[in-house]
Each structure stands twice: as C-alpha cells, then as structure tokens.
C-alpha cells in the first residue's frame, strides 16, 4: 500500500507526515498556519496542513488528537477522529479545540495532529424485517455494568 501526499505550495517548507518511531501508528501533520494563530479557551479554529493525499479504495485516514498536547494544553480535535476518505483530494484542514484553561498558540510547523490510515471494508447495504437476536439484545449505555 502507498500513500501519496501532495504538499501545497504554501506549505512547500514544511516537512511530509513522519511516524516519529518504529512503533508509531500515527503520522505526525503539520500546522500550515502563516502567523501565530492563538486559540482562545473553549474555542474551535481551522487550522491547514498544506497537504492532500490520495488513497487507494478500501482505505481511510482517521485524523486524531496528539495525547501529548490534549494531557498539557487540552488541544483536541471537535470531530474526532476524523475520517478522510479514499476520493478526497482536497487540503486536510483541522478543526481544533482548546478544552484547557489558556489560550494556546499553534506556530507554523508544530505538529498538532496526527493521521492513521486504515484499511476497511465497504458492505452491501440490505434491508432486512428483522436482525438475528443476541444475549445482549437492544441493551446499551451502561447495561453491560461499570
């Protein structure tokens, strides 16, 4: 599988998405921001990547908050993750939250979410009268206990 990742022009000294380790899952993005862009507590702001992807069909990328700048600043995602699908082509843009206490900066090229691309599968949508039947059944929101 191959990701292809077109930066922008306006983002062209920016670095690609990287994993950061071996072991990572998730690729670091980019703020494309041209100044300093300060989010006020418990506002919502767009932030741009300065990239597009194209992904193969039968994949997604789910975009989702860094834990590290969700547990100092409380800098999250509102949707999240976000889920970018296979035909986009469009710039990935961010819609970051600031949940913590003070207003948070976001600088050019600080890395403020990352990206993890899954493979998934697309059903046949069928109508049906009725479902099978579980032990669970209809049960949900806490019938399962604490």
């Not at 041209?34 to 507590?41: M, Q, R, S, Y």
């Not at 597009?52 to 834990?67: D, F, M, T, V, W």
């Not at 999240?80 to 699908?85: K, L, R, V």
């Not at 069928?126 to 399962?144: C, K, M, N, P, Y």
Request: charge should be negative; glycine fraction near 10%; charged fraction near 25%.
């Amino acid at each position: 599988m191959r990701l292809f990742i077109k930066r922008l022009d306006d983002a062209k000294d920016l670095p690609l998405p990287k994993y950061m380790t071996k072991g990572s899952v998730g690729l670091d993005l980019y703020a494309n921001v041209k100044e300093d862009t300060i989010i006020l507590p418990n506002e919502i702001r767009l932030i741009p990547t300065g990239i597009s992807i194209s992904l193969p069909n039968g994949y997604e990328a789910q975009i989702r908050p860094r834990s590290g700048l969700a547990l100092k600043h409380g800098i999250s995602l509102v949707n999240t993750p976000g889920t970018i699908d296979s035909d986009y082509r469009g710039e990935i843009n961010l819609i970051l939250i600031n949940f913590g206490k003070e207003p948070f900066t976001v600088r050019r090229g600080d890395r403020i979410a990352q990206m993890v691309i899954n493979k998934v599968e697309i059903p046949e949508v069928i109508e049906v009268e009725e479902l099978d039947s579980t032990e669970r059944g209809e049960g949900g929101f806490g019938s399962t206990g604490l």
